[in-house]
């Protein structure tokens, strides 16, 4: 049975993806949850974390001896050992499209990923008001990502029609949109309440929201 290593599911963008793609599909997987303490970046986890593999990060995908780290590797990993599921697209332009937002939304948006945490339980509104009339770039990265969903051929489906890897990757922004309720068009609304009604994200939802732990780094509790 492969293990997946991930961490508190009300902050881990990351943990989201491959836990999304594993549960959507009904894959068979374990789920083995390293939490973070108070301070996230040392102590206990690390020390759990690093016993898994050097590189210290989760998401870990465990799969007898082969360990995979980094969440688009992990979800390439598994589109390969699962060829009968459509984890990416059937459709050789859509597998390419989907491909691409992915490997855009996993080395861009760095201004909506440092100012708009992941915060599953959190109600910041006020602070994204605030952050969305002083930055600039936040507003661009925003337009840009409501841009590429706006191009789905169908505006009542996923990216790709039905639940791919790519909507797994764009999973967390949906959230972030919503916790830090950034002023986004209907459409964009549209498609974060279907993601939001997906029963993978609804159970990674309920999850998040039984956590106790609040971490260092947060911010502004509502
Ligand atoms: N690009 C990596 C990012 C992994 C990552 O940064 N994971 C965070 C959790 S969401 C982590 O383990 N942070 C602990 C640390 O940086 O020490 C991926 O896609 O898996």
Redesign the pocket.
């Known amino acids: 049975m492969m293990q997946l290593y991930i961490?508190n599911k009300n902050?881990?963008?990351?943990?989201m993806r491959p836990w999304l793609v594993l549960q959507a599909f009904k894959l068979p997987f374990e789920e083995v949850m390293i939490p973070f303490a108070a301070d996230?970046?040392t102590g206990e986890?690390?020390r759990r974390?690093q016993a898994v593999h050097d590189n210290?990060?989760?998401?870990v995908l465990q799969d007898g001896d082969l360990v995979i780290?980094?969440?688009?590797a992990i979800c390439e990993y598994l589109a390969e050992q699962f060829p009968n599921h459509a984890l990416w697209p059937q459709d050789r332009a859509q597998r390419a499209w989907a491909r691409s937002i992915c490997a855009e939304m996993?080395s861009s948006f760095s201004h909506l990923r440092s100012l708009c945490s992941m915060n599953i339980q959190a109600d910041f509104s006020a602070h994204g008001a605030m952050l969305w009339q002083q930055h600039a770039e936040l507003r661009a990265e925003v337009a840009r990502i409501e841009r590429i969903w706006a191009s789905r051929e169908q505006a009542t489906q996923f990216l790709c029609g039905e639940f791919s890897i790519a909507d797994a990757f764009f999973a967390p922004v949906v959230t972030r949109f919503k916790t830090f309720q950034l002023p986004v068009s209907v459409e964009t609304q549209q498609y974060m309440d279907l993601v939001l009604q997906h029963p993978a994200m609804k159970k990674w939802v309920e999850a998040a929201l039984q956590e106790a732990t609040v971490v260092g780094m947060e911010q502004y509790r509502r």
């Open positions: 961490v902050y881990s963008t990351w943990s996230p970046y986890f690390k974390i210290a990060k989760v998401p780290w980094d969440s688009l996993h």
